[in-house]
């Protein structure tokens, strides 16, 4: 495993390696990139309503893991040598309009809105798991665990967000 | 003879070896001026981003390619390498097409497996240099990485990596406008812009790029820029050496790493603007609610 603090490098010549389908592995961490950027961006418009709110600390934390879901994605990009999305500023700012717009609405709305968005993550997930296991599951190990992680995560804040709304 | 002017052969080779001794056995004895002049295979298609292993090009690229069958595609690699030697003198046909074709013993009529306007032979050219340059790019990397070289800062490297790929063009240069011309006519444009982008791809990744947003663009779009202006100079350059490119190329990158500063001025100074603004608009509804509640 690579040295701390040293980027994530899996092959010479900047390739995955051997065997892995550029295209499949592109196309998925180029989506979860944007999603996972949307994500944090949702979160913080959220904080910039709720933040001293009663449910700010619960926002924080959800919006503290996606800022790790991102970091990793980050660097699979990096080593896998993937394009970004070419929509990232328009996620910026429309992630950070959809978070403060809902949380404007009050906690109801906001954790409906996380509700909403974190269903469709999992969902998204799971059906990139779907595709990835059909592929190889040996040959995109680490990416399936990494993924089925981050579906788990994204389980949590759906839940936590069923919590908050039913209580609120 | 080419063997001998290659490094050591893998074991996996020596079937492949074998097989080409039995091939040149049945043809006539090759020339070998026309191979010798590039140390690097046949490069890679464009459609497979794997590096080209340079020993490969007999047994396939896994070699997984049974021994003894040469591919089409692997045939054709062939011919076009050695009609290399003859661009200069024919330009970018037919006519070079047949000449390599001859010097491995087949008939001119090979020629006709290609296309007429010279397209495959040029994508074959840049294809094989863009393989060149990542080698070296490579071979540089692990230099540094076990401390025999020192890294290099961003605009030297890309200067060095812009001026390796474009040398590679210096003894095709008489014939390179033509070449370019090609390479831009509407059913080449995919091919030759895919080559393009992932040798300039390249070029970042090992200069080191690691952004994930928005100036994974710019960079590609900017350095892109430098290489197409800088070959364009470069055709028309007749100074010693070229080395009015290298200026050329030199200023050019410098303006590239300016903009990135000034692009963080501008964004500086537009947000202090905006706190500004903010301050005056807070300060004068105070302003305007205190006088009203006198």
């Known amino acids: ?168 | 003879v080419r063997w001998q002017l290659s490094p050591p052969q893998r074991p996996l080779q020596a079937s492949a070896v074998l097989r080409r001794v039995s091939d040149e056995q049945k043809k006539e004895p090759l020339a070998s001026s026309s191979q010798h002049q590039f140390d690097s295979q046949p490069a890679d298609h464009q459609h497979d981003q794997e590096p080209q292993d340079p020993h490969s090009s007999y047994t396939g690229q896994d070699g997984q390619e049974s021994e003894d069958y040469e591919s089409e595609e692997q045939l054709q690699q062939r011919i076009l390498t050695a009609a290399l030697e003859f661009v200069p003198e024919h330009g970018w046909t037919a006519e070079a097409i047949a000449e390599g074709a001859k010097t491995l013993g087949l008939s001119v009529a090979a020629a006709g497996m290609f296309q007429s306007d010279g397209s495959q032979l040029i994508l074959h050219f840049v294809s094989q240099c863009n393989t060149k340059l990542s080698e070296l790019l490579e071979q540089e990397q692990k230099r540094v990485q076990l401390g025999e070289a020192e890294k290099k800062p961003t605009d030297q490297f890309l200067r060095d990596a812009v001026e390796a790929r474009l040398r590679m063009v210096i003894p095709y240069i008489e014939k390179w406008p033509q070449a370019v011309s090609i390479l831009l006519l509407p059913h080449n444009i995919p091919s030759s812009l895919s080559l393009l982008t992932s040798m300039i791809d390249d070029i970042w990744h090992y200069a080191g790029d690691q952004s994930t947003d928005i100036n994974w663009y710019t960079r590609r779009a900017v350095l892109t820029g430098i290489y197409n202006t800088t070959e364009l100079v470069m055709m028309q350059d007749s100074s010693p050496d070229f080395e009015d490119t290298w200026r050329f190329l030199e200023n050019r990158v410098a303006d590239a790493m300016k903009m990135g500063d000034t692009a963080n001025q501008v964004q500086s100074t537009g947000e202090a603007l905006v706190q500004g603004l903010m301050g005056a608009a807070v300060t004068v509804s105070n302003a305007e609610t205190s006088r009203a509640e006198r």
């Open chain 1, 1 to 168: 495993s690579p040295a701390a603090g040293a980027p994530l490098r899996l092959c010479s010549a900047g390739l995955a390696p051997r065997g892995v389908n550029k295209a499949v592995v592109g196309r998925i961490l180029r989506v979860d990139h944007a999603g996972e950027f949307g994500a944090n961006r949702i979160y913080a418009g959220q904080m910039a309503v709720l933040g001293r709110s009663s449910v700010g600390p619960v926002i924080q934390q959800m919006w503290n893991q996606e800022k790790d879901h991102l970091k990793k994605f980050n660097e699979l990009m990096v080593a896998y040598r993937v394009r970004p999305t070419i929509l990232l500023p328009f996620w910026n700012v429309a992630g950070f309009v959809l978070g403060a717009g809902s949380a404007l609405l009050g906690k109801k709305g906001a954790m409906a809105c996380t509700v909403a968005v974190e269903e469709s993550i999992s969902d998204h997930y799971n059906s990139q798991i779907r595709t990835l296991v059909e592929e190889d599951p040996e040959k995109y190990k680490e990416l399936l665990q990494i993924i089925k992680q981050f579906r788990d995560d994204e389980r949590e804040h759906h839940d936590t967000g069923i919590e908050h709304d039913a209580e609120a």
